[in-house]
C-alpha cells in the first residue's frame, strides 16, 4: 500500500513539474477537476493515510484475560465461520490476499489503453488517487474508533501471543476488501463515464468489478483476518468511494442531475447544484 502511495507522489510531482508542456481540450474533457486545489489536498489525505497506517500498527491487542474468554459461540451465526477455519492455511491465504489487493491496485492501469483517458491520464489519476485516499482515512478513522477482535482471536488454535499483538483488534471493516473495491469499481465507472455509448452494457463492467473483492475478501476470511460482515462493508464503501468521486467531477453535458464542482479564487470550496429536466 505504502509503495503504491508513494508511486502515485511520484506521477503527481512528474505532473507538477512539466503541466506547463501539457494541453487539454476542455470540449471533450469528462471530468472537472480543480488541480489546484485537489492536488494538494489528495497529496494530504494521502499523507494521512501513511501516518494512519502507523498508528493503527501500534493499537494494542487484547488483554491475556480477555483473550481467554472469547468463545466462537459469542460470535454472531452469520459471521461465526470465520473462527473455524483451518489455522494451518491462514498464512498462505494471508499472502494470497495481499497479491490479490496489489494486483487489483494496479489494475486501473489498462485505462491507459484507452487512448481518450490516456489523454487526461493526471485528472484521472488524481481522481484515483483521491478515491484510495478518501477510502483509507475513512477505513483508519473507523479502525481507530471501533475494536473488533479478528476470528483468528476465537480459534483455540492460534496461539495466545497472536491475540495479544497488536493490531490484532483492526477486525472491523476490512480495508484489504475496501482497497480492491476502490479500484475495480473506479475502473469500471471511469470507462463507463469515457463510453457512454455502452449503455446499460455497463452495467456487466460493475458486475465485473465485483470479483477482485470478493477474491480478497474469500482470502481474508479463510485467513481468519475478517468476518463476513467486515468483508461485505468493506466492499460496499469501497465501492461507494470509487464511484462517486468520479461521479461527483463528472461534467454535466445535459445540465441535469447532481453535480460537484470545486472551485478557487476570493473563496475555496465546493460548489454543488441539482438542476432539473
Known amino acids: 500500500m505504502r509503495l503504491i502511495i508513494f508511486i502515485i507522489l511520484v506521477f503527481i510531482f512528474i505532473h507538477l513539474t512539466f503541466a506547463g508542456f501539457s494541453q487539454y481540450s476542455r470540449e471533450t474533457e469528462v471530468y472537472k ?10 497529496v494530504a489525505l494521502l499523507g494521512v493515510s501513511v501516518w494512519g497506517f502507523n498508528h493503527l500498527s501500534e493499537k ?12 466462537p459461540n459469542d460470535v454472531w451465526w452469520f459471521d461465526r465461520p ?7 492455511f491462514r498464512m498462505k491465504a494471508q499472502n494470497n490476499s495481499d497479491i490479490l489487493l496489489n494486483s ?10 484507452d487512448r481518450q483517458i490516456r489523454h487526461d491520464w493526471f485528472d484521472v489519476l488524481l ?21 473488533r477482535a479478528r476470528p483468528f482471536n476465537y ?37 463507463s463515464d469515457y463510453h457512454p455509448e455502452l449503455g446499460n452494457k455497463k452495467y456487466w463492467l460493475f458486475a465485473a468489478a465485483l470479483i477482485p473483492p470478493s477474491m480478497v475478501g474469500y482470502y481474508r476470511f479463510r485467513a481468519m483476518k475478517h468476518f463476513p460482515t467486515d468483508i461485505m462493508t468493506g466492499c460496499a ?12 467531477h463528472k461534467i454535466n453535458r445535459k445540465n441535469t442531475g447532481l ?19
Open 33 to 42: 477537476v480543480n488541480r489546484k486545489v485537489e492536488t494538494p489536498g489528495t
Open 60 to 71: 494494542p491487542g487484547l488483554s491475556y484475560e480477555e483473550a481467554i474468554q472469547l468463545s
Open 82 to 88: 470465520a473462527t473455524r477455519q483451518d489455522p494451518s
Open 104 to 113: 487489483s491496485v494496479i489494475l486501473p492501469g489498462l485505462l491507459a489503453l
Open 127 to 147: 481522481l484515483y488517487g483521491e478515491s484510495h485516499a478518501i477510502s483509507t482515512d475513512f477505513y483508519i478513522l473507523n479502525a481507530s474508533l471501533i475494536s
Open 155 to 191: 480459534n483455540s488454535g492460534i496461539p495466545i501471543e497472536e491475540k495479544m499483538a497488536n493490531e490484532s483488534q483492526n477486525s472491523f471493516f476490512s480495508g484489504h476488501v475496501s482497497t480492491a473495491a476502490t479500484a475495480s469499481f473506479f475502473m469500471a465507472k471511469v470507462y
Open 237 to 248: 464503501i469501497g465501492a461507494a468511494t470509487g464511484i462517486l468521486i468520479p461521479h461527483f
Open 259 to 277: 453535480t460537484f464542482v470545486p472551485f478557487t479564487g476570493t473563496y475555496t470550496g465546493v460548489k454543488i447544484s441539482y438542476l432539473m429536466k
